[in-house]
């Protein structure tokens, strides 16, 4: 789900790399105005303030710039969450690290989130499948890491490792939720309270 479209990202010019990241949050904001099905190449160029023709010079259908709002979206949610994770020291302190920064990221960039969610829901793959279902292990890599080396060292309670990250994902992702039902809400008492309960949850004393 979160494989960069093909491209020349390698030799892309400063001017190519701005004029396509301005395409892709006029997608953003097409697609959660309006929805998946009703962003068109012409409503997203409207929003970009540019031709139609233009928006398909730097990508090649609709499918693949909203398939880049969803690479780019999860693309920022895991290098924050990565970055908050490395410097943390100890099983339970990473899971904190991993909630807080991404609870703090789907608060801060509300827009892209909720507008990746719609497209992965909506999108169906060459064989039918929505994109969300499409299984990836790299999405959960790093927090199925943190909770078997938590079950593994007695931080966490035992239990399965696929029902622990389904665990953790389901408390995290609410945030997701809310933000598509209202833009606008504020997140600050579910961040406050989603780590102290998926912490109990898994067994463990809060970090």
């Given at each position: 789900?979160r494989?960069?479209?093909?491209?020349?990202?390698?030799?892309?010019?400063?001017?190519?790399?701005?004029?396509?990241?301005?395409?892709?949050?006029?997608?953003v904001?097409?697609?959660?105005?309006?929805?998946?099905?009703?962003?068109?190449?012409?409503e997203?160029?409207?929003?970009?303030?540019?031709?139609?023709?233009?928006?398909?010079?730097?990508?090649?259908?609709?499918?693949?710039?909203?398939?880049?709002?969803?690479?780019?979206?999860?693309a920022?949610?895991?290098e924050?969450?990565?970055?908050?994770?490395?410097?943390?020291?100890?099983?339970?302190?990473?899971l904190r690290a991993?909630?807080?920064?991404?609870?703090?990221?789907?608060?801060?960039?509300?827009?892209?989130?909720?507008?990746?969610?719609?497209?992965a829901?909506?999108?169906?793959?060459?064989?039918g499948?929505?994109?969300?279902?499409v299984?990836?292990?790299?999405?959960t890599a790093?927090?199925?890491?943190?909770?078997a080396?938590?079950?593994?060292?007695?931080?966490?309670?035992?239990?399965p490792?696929d029902?622990?990250?389904?665990l953790?994902?389901?408390?995290?992702?609410r945030?997701?939720?809310?933000?598509?039902?209202?833009?606008?809400a504020?997140?600050?008492?579910?961040?406050?309270?989603?780590?102290?309960?998926?912490?109990r949850?898994l067994?463990?004393?809060?970090?």
């Amino acid at each position: 789900m979160r494989s960069e479209p093909v491209g020349r990202a390698g030799s892309r010019s400063f001017t190519e790399t701005a004029r396509r990241e301005q395409l892709t949050w006029a997608a953003v904001r097409t697609v959660n105005e309006l929805g998946y099905h009703r962003a068109s190449l012409a409503e997203i160029a409207k929003r970009a303030d540019i031709a139609k023709s233009a928006v398909v010079y730097y990508f090649s259908s609709k499918e693949t710039l909203l398939l880049e709002v969803v690479r780019s979206a999860f693309a920022a949610l895991g290098e924050e969450v990565l970055a908050a994770v490395r410097d943390a020291d100890g099983t339970a302190a990473r899971l904190r690290a991993y909630a807080d920064a991404y609870l703090g990221h789907v608060d801060a960039h509300r827009a892209a989130i909720a507008a990746a969610v719609e497209i992965a829901v909506s999108h169906r793959t060459a064989d039918g499948r929505p994109l969300y279902l499409v299984e990836n292990d790299e999405d959960t890599a790093l927090l199925r890491d943190i909770l078997a080396r938590g079950i593994d060292d007695g931080t966490f309670r035992p239990m399965p490792l696929d029902v622990a990250v389904g665990l953790a994902e389901s408390v995290l992702d609410r945030s997701i939720t809310v933000v598509q039902r209202d833009p606008h809400a504020d997140l600050g008492e579910l961040r406050r309270h989603a780590v102290p309960f998926l912490f109990r949850a898994l067994g463990a004393a809060d970090a």
